[in-house]
T-cell receptor, first 115, second 114 residues
Framework: DTAVSQTPKYLVTQMGNDKSIKCEQN?????MYWYKQDSKKFLKIMFS???????INETVPNRFSPKSPDKAHLNLHINSLELGDSAVYFC??????????????FGPGTRLTVT | AQSVAQPEDQVNVAEGNPLTVKCTYS??????LFWYVQYPNRGLQFLLK??????LVKGSYGFEAEFNKSQTSFHLKKPSALVSDSALYFC????????????FGTGTRLTVIP
């Protein structure tokens, strides 16, 4: 059974377009994340959602907007795509429970190419 | 502010030899430290974590890591490398503030030579 899934796996689009990447987790976790991995493999947090509330928002352009219809889903919508948005985007989720520190589980990634 | 450094971009080791992938961290207070592995075209997989307690942490696939507070290090180790261990390894530290963010190092590519 897939724990954290993302669709699509590959996304090729032109500059200026608007696109969405979907993420779903079936682990019952209550915190979800979006990360961006650039061409040098550097991973950077973009957003996280806890119980449908945005709790962190790093220095990400406002063209990027996370949308969480429910606790199991955190979609990433990107407006007016730019060449520099080309990267691999990873969704992740984590259980939060009191003072226990749980690890994050990652999806397989979505490779976005903007031409 | 917290940060993680992985000083080696690339580590090569012969199959059967012990391997070490280095990680040092900078964080205020006691750290929460993690190691993840990324195989080609795959997402990150959790290997192990240090939260508190014993400095030697054992994880998946025979990996272990040693937390050294005085040296602010959390090196990943395995006694006998396998060719299938070849992958990209990331060290991460968790923000202990309310954000609970993960800050990743730049990654170390491990190549195990048959």
């Amino acid at each position: 059974d897939t724990a954290v899934s993302q669709t699509p796996k590959y996304l090729v689009t032109q500059m200026g377009n608007d696109k969405s990447i979907k993420c779903e987790q079936n682990l019952g976790h209550d915190t979800m994340y979006w990360y961006k991995q650039d061409s040098k493999k550097f991973l950077k947090i973009m957003f996280s959602y806890n119980n449908k509330e945005l709790i962190i928002n790093e220095t990400v352009p406002n063209r990027f907007s996370p949308k969480s219809p429910d606790k199991a889903h955190l979609n990433l919508h990107i407006n007016s795509l730019e060449l520099g948005d080309s990267a691999v985007y990873f969704c992740a989720s984590r259980r939060t429970s009191g003072r226990v520190v749980y690890e994050q589980y990652f999806g397989p990634g979505t490779r976005l190419t903007v031409t | 502010a917290q940060s993680v450094a992985q000083p080696e971009d690339q580590v090569n080791v012969a199959e059967g030899n012990p391997l070490t992938v280095k990680c040092t961290y900078s964080v205020s207070g006691n750290p929460y430290l993690f190691w993840y592995v990324q195989y080609p075209n795959r997402g990150l997989q959790f290997l192990l974590k240090y939260i508190t307690g014993d400095n030697l942490v054992k994880g998946s696939y025979g990996f272990e890591a040693e937390f050294n507070k005085s040296q602010t290090s959390f090196h990943l180790k395995k006694p006998s490398a396998l060719v299938s261990d070849s992958a990209l390894y990331f060290c991460a530290v968790r923000d202990r503030s309310g954000a609970n963010n993960l800050f990743f190092g730049t990654g170390t590519r491990l190549t195990v030579i048959p």
